[in-house]
């Protein structure tokens, strides 16, 4: 957070002086490495045992044993990253930027509701790591924890899928003006891939925690490939809702290929409670989504509070929580 900050204060001073995009980009690069000097000061002052001048010492075995780990992580951020970027330069280099520029209007709604996902899950993985290693034969923790902080997490996100879905027009002509119209559609498709996404990213790191980052990999591999190939298909028929739509396609596939192996090897999930928790979120959800569509006329600033209140009235009603639940929710959500 205040890496961010600082990054925005002193990008703002730059472009103030009248500095150009050089000067953003060594603002960039100075707030990594001032944070990597808080980390290092942090560890050896907390953390770590400090390590004196003249002891430094080159161990060979310990190098050889970091890079062999590290590897597969190193492999898995190659595949996220093009996983996630090679939509917009293959859109841009089959369409040109007009459709670019519509594709990426919806997409930084999508960005937003990723954030809280990927805020939610870096909280939980310390936790439920903790959990694995620790694990007491009797109650296990870490299924307990990986299975309601999914059942958190998508009680958060889905209302967010539906609320930004219906009323994609609106959010549209208030952030870009009538000229974007055209993301509506796009919007529409895109922001459910939020919901795949955000189981896709409590099993990712299950699989980590509990020693599996190799199976991670794999379907990062595959991933990645399958949307190459889907982009490229579909946006050479569809243009950017094609992309829109292999964007949804390539997160299911990646869900697809998670959830046979952590099922069985991970997470055991009780198929009863499973369905009977999935039909009670979606009635809940249904009536969120009856509001948006019986009251379009009511200004969107009073519209969205009063239909997550409906939602969450909904989940009261329906005893989606237990008491457990709440406790293990208000604990993961500090």
């Given at each position: 957070v205040l890496e961010n900050a600082l990054r925005v204060l002193f990008s703002l001073i730059a472009l103030w002086q009248g500095f150009g995009l050089l000067a953003l980009v060594w603002v960039f690069v100075a707030?990594?490495?001032?944070?990597?000097?808080?980390y290092y000061w942090y560890l050896q002052r907390h953390t770590a045992k400090p390590v004196h001048a003249g002891r430094f010492h080159f161990d060979p075995a310990f190098a050889r044993r970091i890079v062999g780990q590290a590897r597969?992580?190193?492999?898995?951020?190659?595949?996220?990253?093009?996983?996630?970027k090679v939509d917009i330069s293959i859109l841009?280099?089959?369409?040109?930027?007009?459709?670019?520029?519509?594709?990426?209007?919806?997409?930084?709604?999508?960005?937003?509701?990723?954030?809280?996902?990927?805020?939610?899950?870096?909280?939980?993985?310390?936790?439920?790591?903790?959990?694995?290693?620790a694990a007491n034969p009797a109650v296990n923790q870490f299924e307990l924890a990986c299975k309601k902080g999914l059942q958190v997490l998508l009680v958060l996100i889905l209302p967010?899928?539906?609320?930004?879905?219906?009323l994609a027009p609106q959010l549209i002509a208030l952030i870009y003006g009538d000229a974007f119209m055209e993301a509506v559609p796009v919007l529409r498709i895109l922001i459910w891939v939020v919901v795949p996404y955000a189981a896709?990213?409590?099993?990712?790191?299950?699989?980590?925690?509990?020693?599996?980052?190799?199976?991670?990999?794999?379907?990062?591999?595959?991933?990645?490939?399958?949307?190459?190939?889907?982009?490229?298909?579909?946006?050479?028929?569809f243009g950017y809702l094609g992309a829109a739509w292999a964007?949804?396609?390539?997160?299911?596939?990646?869900?697809?290929?998670?959830?046979?192996f952590v099922f069985r090897h991970v997470i055991k999930f009780e198929s009863k409670p499973l369905?009977?928790?999935?039909?009670k979120l979606l009635a809940a959800a249904?009536?969120?989504?009856?509001?948006?569509?019986?009251?379009?006329?009511?200004?969107?600033?009073?519209?969205?509070?009063?239909?997550?209140?409906?939602?969450?009235?909904?989940?009261?009603?329906?005893?989606?929580f237990s008491k457990q639940d709440w406790a293990l929710a208000t604990r993961l959500l500090k």
């Open positions: 707030c990594r490495f001032a944070r990597a000097g808080f597969v992580f190193a492999l898995t951020m190659i595949c996220v990253t093009i996983y996630w841009s280099k089959m369409r040109g930027m007009d459709d670019v520029g519509l594709y990426s209007a919806a997409y930084r709604f999508l960005m937003l509701a990723m954030v809280v996902v990927d805020s939610f899950v870096n909280s939980l993985f310390p936790i439920i790591s903790h959990y694995y290693h967010v899928a539906v609320m930004l879905s219906l896709s990213q409590i099993f990712a790191y299950a699989l980590v925690a509990s020693n599996n980052q190799r199976y991670d990999l794999f379907v990062n591999a595959v991933s990645m490939a399958a949307s190459i190939v889907l982009n490229v298909l579909m946006i050479q028929r964007a949804l396609g390539a997160i299911f596939i990646y869900v697809a290929l998670q959830a046979p369905w009977r928790g999935g039909l249904a009536c969120m989504a009856t509001v948006l569509a019986l009251f379009p006329g009511i200004q969107i600033w009073f519209l969205m509070p009063l239909a997550f209140f409906i939602y969450l009235l909904a989940l009261l009603v329906v005893r989606l």
